[in-house]
């Protein structure tokens, strides 16, 4: 049985601020948090789920033995998987070169392929691949020829897995879970209406066969925090995403800040603020002053208050309740707002179709009846009480199972029920 949902909140908060606030010093030497059985296992949880595991392990010199052991593991399991996404990328880069189609890999790849992160480092759930529109057709076919096939398309890209191989139940990452890969035509994100697209500052000026840099650690940026805004919004952001930025603001001039403002662009930089904002509450001085300055001025009036005050836990899923108008703070008009509540009132076709190919490919919501449940039930259960995000308690139940002796998380942890908020 879980422990009452009410300590396991109030847990995920303390324990993910503390882990927050150790990955941004990464000076080994740092005191023991005086944690009690419980925490340490959220702990984990949350080095989990935001992906940082790898990193503290390098970083943090704690000697809780389990927390160690825990950490080393991870960053066993993170570099075997990188080294087979290094492999496959240069599959796909050989394949691409003879199909002569350009390609673009996004986000993790990229950052890896900069040096910013060693091997073993960083986590990465999938392969993320940029091709133009009219190189739709044959880059699926070539990602056909190399075994995968078309899992679902949502109006972000569309999702390859492998012919063969199922993911790989447990806390944190698995060398044997499969490689996905995503395919897009437009880097985009609906913030949480309105579609914010930046494609234009990403697919390269003279793109060649192949796989493709970003065309500047700009345009990179431009990418993180466009990323990471969507992620806010949906209050999804992992503190891995937050290092990303902070890391490549190290490698930023003055010129590639400027990328923000494309000087084509239909819109300035507004969601930008909010995730750099986060990156200064926790490193100190990553970005510079007269940044944030630019974009306060950008920022509308409430998002630019709001991001002041706001907190990694408010806006990732160490925040344990989920809400039923998150994200809505990130509306620019009064007809946003109202897009936005009658969206969630009554969900469109395409909101529908993305839930079903959610439950249908998320393992760990399979099983779950809140998610099969009606929305109308949704509703009314949300109007009349605390419900628990099921990604988070996903990760809290499997970190329970990891450090219970005598038990196989990866056969026990995912029939357990689903405890009432008020436990």
């Not at 790898?54 to 000697?63: A, E, H, R, Y």
């Not at 190399?146 to 063969?164: C, D, N, T």
């Not at 408010?314 to 509540?341: F, K, M, N, P, T």
């Not at 490919?361 to 009349?384: D, E």
Request: aromatic content about 6%.
């Amino acid at each position: 049985m879980l422990p009452p949902l009410k300590i396991v909140k109030t847990g995920l908060r303390r324990t993910t601020e503390v882990l927050a606030a150790e990955l941004a010093l990464a000076q080994p030497g740092g005191s023991m948090p005086a944690w009690n059985e419980l925490e340490w296992k959220l702990a984990s949880a949350v080095a989990a789920t935001h992906g940082v595991a790898p990193l503290l392990c390098k970083c943090s010199t704690w000697q809780n033995p389990a927390w160690r052991t825990f950490l080393e593991s991870q960053r066993e399991h993170v570099e075997h998987r990188h080294r087979r996404i290094e492999a496959l990328l240069k599959r796909i880069d050989a394949s691409a070169r003879e199909a002569e189609i350009a390609m673009v890999p996004l986000k993790g790849s990229a950052l890896h392929a900069l040096g910013l992160y060693a091997p073993g480092d960083r986590p990465m759930a999938d392969i993320d691949l940029l091709v133009h529109e009219n190189d739709v057709a044959p880059a699926i076919k070539l990602l056909q020829d190399l075994g995968y096939v078309e899992s679902f398309v949502q109006w972000k890209h569309r999702v390859f897995k492998p012919a063969k191989g199922e993911p790989v139940a447990g806390l944190g990452e698995h060398r044997d879970t499969p490689i996905n890969i995503e395919l897009h035509t437009r880097i985009q994100e609906r913030l949480p209406i309105a579609t914010v697209d930046i494609t234009d500052r990403i697919y390269p000026r003279e793109p060649q066969p192949g796989l493709n840099p970003y065309p500047s650690n700009g345009a990179l940026m431009s990418h993180l925090l466009l990323h990471a805004a969507g992620n806010m919004c949906g209050r999804s952001l992992r503190l891995l995403h937050v290092n990303d930025i902070s890391l490549l603001a190290t490698r930023m001039v003055a010129s590639d800040w400027n990328v923000l403002w494309n000087e084509h662009a239909a819109d300035h930089p507004w969601w930008a603020l909010p995730p750099l904002r986060l990156v200064e509450r926790y490193y100190k001085n990553a970005v510079p002053r007269p940044v944030l300055a630019r974009l306060e001025r950008d920022c509308p009036a409430l998002l630019r208050m709001i991001s002041h005050r706001q907190t990694l836990t408010q806006v990732s899923c160490s925040e344990l309740w989920l809400h039923a108008l998150a994200g809505i703070e990130w509306s620019r008009s009064l007809r946003e707002v109202a897009r936005y509540i009658g969206n969630r009132v009554k969900p469109t076709d395409e909101a529908i179709k993305e839930r079903a190919d959610m439950v249908r490919t998320q393992f760990w919501l399979q099983g779950q009846n809140w998610v099969t449940s009606s929305h109308r039930h949704r509703i009314l259960t949300w109007l009349t009480q605390p419900v628990p995000r099921m990604d988070t308690l996903y990760a809290v139940r499997a970190a329970l199972e990891h450090f219970a002796p005598g038990v196989n998380s990866n056969d026990s942890f995912r029939q357990w029920p689903v405890q009432a908020a008020h436990n």
